[in-house]
């Protein structure tokens, strides 16, 4: 039987008292007494437990108000309402004038203004940011010894780092997260520590501490920026474009330490050479201090540089360096590993390590840091001169809330953004004023504009530690063309304001009607319907006398007779036009039945809605991620409530109040036969199932479907030759990290409801290719025979992605399982295919 043997020695690397700080702190440097040690305030050593986010704040805000280096921000709150923070430090005669500080540094991103500048005496700009994972929390407890050592320490070096730097420290990227994690590891602390890598400690239950609230993964929403931690945290960054930007991770318990550059091959082209080349230089200050203290790291391998929603590769598209580090997770308080005993403290230590090694290269290459900066926008404004495409144009026509969301995203970058003053065709679309707007190229934005709005069809390397391609207008489903000239501008757009619903005619004694264009029509449909109002949907189109003039109405529009109600016309009225409020949706009041064209308003083609019950299921066996997204969705885009059940009570539970189960991606192993029956059965008896990604792969294994599934064919492609030392990354080059694929859809289905274009953009990050059901009218979206709009597709399934359908429908019984090969609410801004869930919810 295997021991696992906690030593002296590990023990007094565990329970760091007060004076043995010192193996973390830097030996010969005197600290301020009259600035609080961590222990003194969160009431353990640093290490010793792991710190929970009110310690965290608590201890942040007691250094803050004894130390006249530091400056405490509140930038905003979590989801579940914890305070996010940036820690200004620097010297007090810096913090006198921090604000003339900040708008010197933001000259260096205009071309015009930084050309006067002298980086000889300006400070760099440096910002630590910890634990965006929660459950990576070294970075968070090290944050505890930085901010002391920033505080406290005195001398010449200390001094002279502060008068020419302004350090930001963000202490924890992911407070709700944080919290859930520590409090796991902490309540399976034993008081004689276990290092067995099987006990509870160490091994989280679903959903885990990684994520945030709705657990959504933050360090790939710096981009998308969906997540209000991301949305307060960006506030920052583009008030100070920080020169450096740090990113602290944790990764698998038996690796040693990375930081960056990574893998050349795999970085953005979009980022310049020298960015790689002063990313290596810091590289250098690492490798030194991790060797002082005889840690194993590793550079050049692993990790990219590619997409650009993450910590660490954001700032390089600002002229920034953003580094990522990456340390082997003790994952609680010592782990047993195949490099030995793994203590929590270890880990702080490397990571307190690196941190000042980072504030050590920007003091020492400062002047280069931000001549660099200035260089960049300089060269940024060179390379939009040169730009072939002068301007981007979008905007649809028909859904007022999905161009405030993306142009609410755009802003959030300080992207400029004109209104379009004329009627546009361009790439076959047509632009008109009032609905469309123009973003120039020949702005200090240029990069990140032409990141946002470009396909990428050509890469370096095939192996991607993210997605592949993000193009934001389709990914929102918005109508999008370049342009070779930039049009007459009109007015700036530079607060995006939220479309405003109301009813058009006032009112009516008969009925009222609207769209299912709007992204937030199944918001208004759910809300009418909690408060009881009979809806319907035109399965056909038809045409109204408005009060406007007659008003051509289209496939899946809702539509709420008045007299069938139990309420009055009245009480309808009220409800409606406080719910349009809220949700930005246009109703038009239609004061008779009988249509100028189309179906009448007692037509049979208008079906009753369904209100949706939902179950979803969640668990072991399921992706928290993709749970989330739903979840998301939902909750605080559509304010339409959902239960969750684990997968493990989904046995006993009594489901027969649902009216739709939705099961999100996942292997679903865990579901025994007898559950599998129960679901079947319930299906049977009226019920409707939604299947998403591998979650619908399982119900064809299980019987329950006949969906056939095409096979990826991942063999080794033997005509290759590679060497044995390439093996894995011959395999690595067949996975689908996600790309962009045109789909054809049926718009007069039901499913489909909501869109006006013949084709849509699906998001794919997975090898599940699936064949269309025997009835054709069971599977309204296809990929097209030439889908690839954006990103890597590897050469071995070129044919077979192509006609492969993207939504199949069953009927089992009285019920029916709606099977999605790919997600449609990916990371909270897919929002072009987010209609093809919501659907399938009320129709």
Known sequence: MRKFIITALLACCLQVSAQQLSYYLPANVSYNSSVPTPKSVVGHDVGEWHITHDRLVT???????????????????????????????????????????RQQHLQLSDPVKSTSLNTADMPAVVWIGCSIHGNEPSGANMSLLLIYHLAAAQGKAIDELLENTVIILDPSFNPDGLNRFSNWVNMHK???????????????????????HYWFDLN??????????????????????????????????????????????????NTPKKNQQLTGAIGNYHAKYLDSIGSLYFTKEGYDDFYYGKGSTFPDIHGSIGILFEQASSRGHVQQTENGLLTFGFTIRNQFVTALSTLEAARNMRKELLDYQRQFYQDVKTEAAASAVK?????????????????????????????NKQALDADGKSFKPGSSWIVPTNQSQFKLVKTIFEKTLNYEDSLFYDITSWTFPLAMGLPSAELKTVPTLGNSVDDVKKPTGSIIGSSSKYAYAFEWDDFYAPKLLYALQSKGVITKVASQQ??????????????????????????????????????????????????????????????????????????MLGGNGTSSNDAGEIWHMLDQRMKIPSSLIELDRFGSANISSYNIIVMPEGSYGNMEKAEQ??????????????????????LASAGITRTIYRSADGKTDTTLMLPYNMRSDEMRAREMPGS?????????????????????????????FMDQNNSPYDSPVLLSDNPLQSGYLHKSYVDKVKGTAVVNIENIGRGKVITYSDNMNFRAFWFGTSKLFLNALFF
């Open 677 to 698: 029956d129960k679901l079947r059965a319930w299906i049977s008896n009226g019920g409707t199932v939604l299947a998403f990604e591998g979650a619908g792969r399982f």
């Open 220 to 269: 790939r929403d710096w981009l998308p920026a969906q997540q209000p931690e991301s949305q307060n945290r960006l506030k920052i960054f583009h008030d100070w474009r920080p020169n450096i930007l740090t990113d602290h991770h944790e990764m698998g318990s038996n690796s040693t330490f990375f930081f960056q550059p990574g893998v050349p091959s795999r970085v953005n082209p």
């Open 391 to 419: 301007a981007y144009v979008f905007g649809d026509a028909y859904d007022q809330s999905r161009n405030a969301l993306f142009l609410e995203m755009m802003k959030r970058h300080k992207i400029e953004i004109y209104e």
């Open 542 to 615: 038809f045409e109204s006398v408005t009060s406007t003039g007659n008003k051509k109405f289209t496939f899946g529009t809702i539509v709420i007779p008045v007299a069938i109600q139990s309420k009055t016309a009245d009480d309808i009225q009220r409800i409606i036009e406080t719910n349009v409020a809220a949700t930005g949706v246009q109703v038009y009041a239609l004061n008779n039945g009988l249509s100028v064209s189309g179906i009448d308003l007692g037509s049979g083609s208008l079906v009753a809605t369904r209100t949706p019950r939902i179950l």
């Open 59 to 101: 201890y942040m805000k007691t250094v803050d108000a004894a130390s006249d280096r530091v400056t405490l921000t509140v930038t905003g709150t979590t989801h579940e309402g914890r305070q996010q923070l940036a820690l200004f430090i620097t010297t007090p005669a810096n913090h006198a004038k921090l604000e003339s500080i």
């Open 190 to 212: 034993s008081a004689t520590l276990v290092s067995d890598p099987n006990t509870r400690e160490y091994n989280e239950v679903w959903p885990g501490g990684r994520t945030n």
């Open 740 to 768: 962009i694929f045109e789909a054809r859809i049926d718009h007069t289905h039901p499913l489909c409801y909501g869109f006006r274009t013949k084709t849509m953009s699906i998001f794919k990050a997975n090898t599940l």
